[in-house]
């Protein structure tokens, strides 16, 4: 009969599983002896980065992605980068070695005491196989629901000891589990209803609708046919709807007055693919505009349960927005008014975040993604920078630094032929900052931006808004990131000069034989309103 490790890994071929990202220890050596070829380990030297690379590349790929960890000191070290993930709805399955079982009770060195606590409630589920024959069924059953939805990481606590037992089956069951909700075909009549008879309609788009297939086109046939326009939900992780398109308005703000403030004039409120709403920080009033109704899309019951107004609908959003499109008769009304384009002063000597964008935005490919945790010049970059296809923006869901580097080092091993930018400032960059030595080893084409302004500019103006002063750490020593991308064998150039960016930004995106780094010295400031 096979080994419990046989079955195990002839389930994960069979699964489908190429990538296994981890950081190796003692504790999970018995599961990843004798490697298979043909799948590729995937190494980062940091727990965080390694979920975090595994996170963009599952929402990248649309697949379940297999992580490993080194017991509880490992998946301690990965909870925050857990915690994005579970936010973004990745559907991982993240996996813990665990001492033997014969020593658990006397709690030894390297064991997980508690296995199925610690994770959670960042994960969907935490399990520990009872025998070590549960093995391969567990992880089949972490694999099925991870995948459910709302999508989302799955943990399994894998005891040492348990790979060289006999298996119990010779083939492991594989079985096809499959969770696309459509919505009713009555509940669809009565919306695509709704919208045509409303006077000024609004569509509202989330990270949901990029993450199901077909969202994002379907997003843009039905703005299209019923001349909607078009934000983005506040705190978008993802961009659902094409950036150039002209109904597009940009991103919504994120407190509860500055939202209603935005949708003024409107009196019927479409969400897809996003919860009702992700407000931070909080700007007390009205949730919607007098006389405004709101009907959400989403597949997460309980985001359709906890919002604070309006009709839910839970089903997937690109199932449901096909539906309209096919159900909703083309609309009459004019086409939304263009938005005036940003006014952003032309660099000459320096530079602001905002210029940065603006050059950026003349020189991005097509087929560009960027992956980033930085809020400075965001309203630049949506005016810009173009976002024409699917899985084109992903940012750390939940709000977590250490994201952008990993993220992009996932995205390019999801999409190697697509050019990926990693966008982060001067302190973030070393929250994720081991994801470097991956990048550089794998020689990944992916460009890195880092914004070096000497601040948390971020957080200066939120202690404006909310007038707390006198906060610490929020100003940095410079730091020399030339020679940090030197030690990694990363080419580097720093600027703060608006002709070398473009020419830098220019050289990054042909390059193909591995990582660059480009340093764009700013101005510090970053500012909140509504």
């Known amino acids: 009969m096979p080994t419990v490790h046989d079955a195990t890994w002839t389930l994960l071929r069979r699964l489908g599983v190429r990538k296994v990202f981890g950081n190796p220890g003692s504790t999970e050596m018995p599961f990843l002896k004798d490697f298979p070829s043909n799948m590729e380990y995937v190494l980062g030297l940091h727990e965080s980065a390694v979920v975090g690379m595994a996170d963009a590349y599952a929402q990248a790929t649309g697949e379940p992605t297999l992580v490993n960890l080194h017991t509880a000191a490992g998946l301690g070290n990965a909870m925050g980068a857990i915690i994005n993930a579970a936010a973004a709805n990745s559907p991982l399955v ?15 060195f390297l064991a997980n005491v508690d296995a199925t606590t610690l994770p959670k409630p960042a994960v969907k589920a935490a399990f520990e196989p009872a025998r070590a024959q549960d093995v391969p069924a567990v992880l089949a059953r972490a694999f099925h629901l991870a995948c459910l939805a709302p999508r989302g990481p799955v943990f ?6 348990d790979f060289e037992q006999e298996a119990e089956a010779a083939e492991p069951v594989i079985r096809r589990v499959a969770g696309r909700a459509m919505p009713e075909p009555e509940t669809v009549r009565l919306l695509a209803k709704r919208l045509a008879e409303a006077r000024s309609p609004v569509l509202v788009v989330g990270a949901g609708v990029d993450a199901a297939p077909g969202g994002f086109e379907a997003a843009a046939e039905l703005a299209t046919r019923l001349q909607l326009p078009v934000w983005l939900a506040p705190n978008a992780s993802r961009v659902g709807f094409p950036t150039d398109h002209p109904n597009f ?3 919504l703000p994120s407190g509860i007055a500055w939202v209603s403030d935005a949708l003024t004039g409107h009196d019927f409120v479409l969400v897809a693919g996003a919860p009702v709403f992700q407000y931070y920080p909080y700007a007390p009033g009205s949730y919607l505009p007098e006389g405004c109704d709101l009907v959400a899309i989403v597949d997460d019951p309980d985001a359709a349960a906890r919002a604070p107004i309006g ?3 839970v089903a997937d959003p690109a199932l449901a927005l096909r539906a309209l499109v096919e159900a909703a008769p083309g609309a009459a009304r004019p086409m939304p008014t263009p938005r005036t384009p940003l006014e952003i002063p032309a660099a000459v000597d320096s530079l602001t975040a905002e210029q940065v964008y603006d050059i950026l935005g003349q020189v991005f490919p097509d087929d560009g993604v960027i992956v980033t945790e930085s809020m400075n010049g965001g309203a630049a970059m949506w005016d810009r920078v173009k976002f024409r296809r699917p899985g ?7 709000g977590g630094l250490g994201f952008s580097l ?3 080092v996932g995205v390019q091993l999801a999409r190697p032929d697509r050019h990926v930018l990693a966008v982060t400032g ?15 080893s794998l020689r990944l084409p992916l460009t890195i931006l880092l914004l070096a302004n000497g601040e948390y500019g971020i957080l200066k103006g939120f202690g404006e808004y909310l007038a707390m002063g006198g906060v610490p750490g929020l100003d940095l020593d410079y730091l020399d990131y030339e020679k940090l991308a030197a030690g990694y064998g990363i080419p580097a150039v720093r600027t703060g000069r608006p002709d070398e960016l473009a020419v830098a930004f220019q050289k990054a995106f042909a390059a193909s034989d591995g990582p660059r780094l480009i340093i764009a010295d700013v101005a510090p400031g970053v500012r909140l309103g509504g």
């Open 94 to 108: 993240i996996t813990a070695g665990q001492q033997v079982r014969a020593m658990l009770s006397l709690e030894p």
């Open 406 to 408: 990993p993220g992009a």
């Open 156 to 161: 399994v606590s894998l005891p040492m000891d």
């Open 311 to 313: 009709d839910a609908i």
């Open 426 to 440: 001067d302190g973030s960059a070393q929250y994720g900052v081991q994801a470097l030595y991956t990048a550089a």
């Open 392 to 398: 084109s923006f992903y940012f750390c869901a939940a």
């Open 249 to 251: 308005r940009g991103v």
